[in-house]
């Protein structure tokens, strides 16, 4: 028989509870916003294609809205569907998760992935929350950078003493200062309410908390650069 005693739980334990309760809120939130903008996107295209004489290059463009739009309400479901299994846990590859992402927004603005393949980059955590802050993270830049040409997005990988580094830099206009303090609240944008939730950056600070790591704003000249350092496994 084990002579250990059971733990009461302190704060800290507390605190994470709360986070993940956080967490399950703002992503059943966000699921819902998502999947109601994806149905009128996905029923305006389907109208659309109806239209008797078409342009052989506008009935094209519509048919690739269709695809990605299937593409993306798969992606959402397979990501909450993953995100409520509480066991869905263990050594994950974040350059994987990275590569994932990366993918799953090709069809934007420009982007590159920089990850060097000889690194093992392995985390532990549940990887389908860790690929939404991932994707969060390049939506936003995606957002900085809308209308502005020769837009670009970068997403880094390197090893670090203990640690795997995560990086989305892009070159846009970059977060004034003044916004700063609350650049990682629930429901802050700089954009309005059309364009932005507001949740996209606050649920990716969470999950990296969640995992024992940072998510900050790393200071640069120009653009916008955001640092996630996870605990290496």
């Known amino acids: 028989m084990s002579n250990q005693t059971a733990r009461t739980p302190g704060p800290t334990d507390l605190l994470t509870l709360n986070r993940a309760a956080t967490v399950a809120r703002l992503l059943a939130g966000v699921a819902h916003e998502v999947n109601n903008a994806l149905q009128v996107i996905g029923g305006t295209t389907e109208l659309m294609q109806t239209t008797p004489g ?5 009935a094209d463009g519509l048919q690739r809205i269709a695809v990605q739009n299937t593409r993306a309400a798969a992606a959402i479901q397979e990501v909450m569907l993953f ?11 974040l350059r994987e998760i990275a ?24 985390v532990n955590g549940n990887a389908a929350l860790l690929q939404l802050a991932v994707l969060n993270l390049i939506v936003n830049s995606e ?27 892009d070159n846009g206009p ?3 200062q003044a916004a700063r303090a609350e650049l990682f609240e629930s429901f802050f944008t700089t954009r309005s309410r059309d364009e932005a939730s507001g949740l996209g950056l606050s649920v990716a600070r ?9 998510l900050a ?8 650069c955001f640092e996630v350092r996870l605990p290496a496994a």
């Open 54 to 58: 078409l342009p052989a290059s506008v």
């Open 83 to 93: 995100a409520r299994q509480k066991d869905a846990t263990g050594r994950t590859n």
């Open 99 to 122: 590569s994932r992402s990366v993918a799953l927004r090709s069809f934007a603005i420009g982007r590159a992935l920089d990850a060097p393949t000889t690194g093992r980059f392995v």
């Open 143 to 169: 957002q900085a950078l809308a209308g502005q040409k020769g837009g670009a997005i970068r997403v880094e990988l390197e090893e670090a003493p203990g640690s795997v580094v995560l990086r989305v830099t």
């Open 174 to 176: 970059g977060v004034d």
């Open 206 to 214: 969470i999950v990296v908390e969640q995992h024992g790591g940072t």
């Open 217 to 224: 704003l790393k200071e640069q000249d120009a653009g916008a």
